[in-house]
């Protein structure tokens, strides 16, 4: 126990600082935190097995998993706050456009990348891993791009349709994976399944959307019981550890397996909270405040779980740079081309795929699962290539793209311990 505090009061202390350096290198908090945990991380000061200066193994990573995966539900909940009935009139059918054209024409030009090189060299990679990869380039970070618009306090309409966008890829990537890796599995095995392809990811998402929903109307109908908005930020934070730890029930109806998408159901109880709550502005302020340390651990921790022994496989690295750069241009002509047909604004069109470049969490348990074909690891070792690269530059590019559209200007504060509001967190 008190090498797991000594341990999360160190990435919190040096987190912190190496926010001041990243501030100086007009870096986003962010990408300071990320460098932490690899500083801190067990391939430099973890690797000299000092108990408490740092984590000494990737294990010892994955047992914060916790502290991640709360992180990643408040992450969730503040996103769900973007989808307010107005807002969602004015921008949700472009948002749900743009959302789903360009994760499949992600998933489609990576996958034409991919499976050319499987013919050139069947070595290099399989068919299955060729059409896995593929989906998993469709899912894009919450969590990084969260953290930039909070620090520099972006506002405008790039940065709400952006929000909007990355909580639907959650629901976009899940079925486009689900599809994929149901016809990899198919091709190892000379069998498909609908089961598994179709219909236990549209559960999935159901399930989802109904627990998010009910979560929601529940945590409203208690808040009324409640007049201090210590005791309502009590209650708002208690939902989100309950839906959290909901989202990882599984269960079997037949042959149908059941699970949640623990992203989905925060943000459902978010979009939900946030229309029938009067009082949500308020409480969504004072929850970024609780939440802020919360923040910077889960990045750290990030950092550190970032595996730079696939720096070593040459095949990794030509595999993770056709990965990265086929991805890439996938999620910045899909946005454009998408934004385009809805008729959004040149600076929609021109910065929004940028935006859309980090890729962390959900991507990795993606490739988790994918692990499982024969040639797995190889889907995994280039996913972690290329979180390693997007997680580290991603969040530089999306406070550029934000900048030169003009929704962060030069006076915002590059400080997020001092906690900024969003158009719709505004104190009484």
């Not at 550190?304 to 990265?324: F, H, S, T």
Request: aromatic share 8%; proline share 4%; glycine share 8%.
């Amino acid at each position: 126990m008190q090498e797991t505090l000594i341990c999360m009061s160190l990435a919190l202390f040096v987190g912190l600082m190496m926010n001041r350096v990243a501030k100086l290198a007009h870096l986003p908090a962010v990408t300071g935190y990320l460098v932490t945990g690899l500083l801190l991380g067990p391939f430099c000061v973890g690797r000299l097995g000092i108990s408490g200066l740092g984590f000494c193994s990737l294990q010892q990573v994955e047992s914060y998993a916790i502290i991640s995966d709360m992180a990643l539900g408040f992450i969730a909940f503040t996103i769900g706050n973007e989808f307010r009935i107005h807002d969602l009139r004015a921008m949700g059918r472009q948002a749900v456009t743009v959302g789903i054209v360009q994760a499949v024409f992600t998933t489609l030009l990576v996958d034409l990348v991919l499976v050319g090189m499987h013919f050139l060299s069947p070595a290099m990679i399989s068919l299955p891993s060729a059409v896995t990869l593929g989906a998993i380039a469709a899912a894009t970070a919450p969590a990084a791009t969260l953290m930039v618009v909070r620090q520099y306090k972006a506002d405008g309409p790039l940065t709400r349709l952006l929000l909007m966008v990355v909580a639907i890829d959650d629901a976009v990537g899940l079925i486009v994976f689900s599809i994929s890796y149901g016809v990899a599995t198919a091709l190892e095995s000379g069998s498909i399944s609908l089961l598994t392809v179709v219909v236990e990811p549209l559960v999935e998402i159901v399930l989802s959307v109904l627990l998010g929903l009910a979560a929601g109307l529940v945590l409203d109908w208690s808040e009324r019981y409640f007049h201090s908005r210590g005791n309502r930020m009590s209650m708002t934070i208690a939902f989100v550890l309950l839906t959290v730890g909901l989202s990882g029930v599984e269960f079997d109806v037949g042959p149908v397996h059941c699970g949640f998408s623990l992203l989905l159901v925060c943000m459902m109880t978010g979009t939900v909270f946030c229309n029938v709550c009067s009082a949500s502005d308020v409480l969504m302020e004072r929850l970024d405040r609780w939440t802020t340390p919360l923040s910077v651990l889960f990045f750290v921790l990030s950092g550190a779980e970032l595996d730079l022994n696939i720096l070593k496989n040459p095949l990794v690295l030509l595999v993770g740079a056709a990965y990265i750069f086929s991805r890439s241009l996938g999620k910045i002509s899909g946005a454009y081309l998408s934004s385009t047909a809805t008729g959004c604004s040149r600076d929609i069109r021109k910065y929004l795929g940028i935006t859309l470049l980090p890729q962390a969490g959900v991507a990795l348990g993606m490739a988790q699962t994918a692990a499982q074909l024969s040639d797995g690891q190889i889907v995994r070792n280039v996913v972690l290539f290329s979180v390693l690269v997007y997680e580290l530059v991603g969040p530089a590019l999306t406070k550029m793209a934000l900048t030169r559209a003009g929704e962060i200007r030069p006076d915002q504060t590059e400080d997020p311990s001092q906690v900024p509001t969003l158009a719709w967190q505004k104190p009484e």
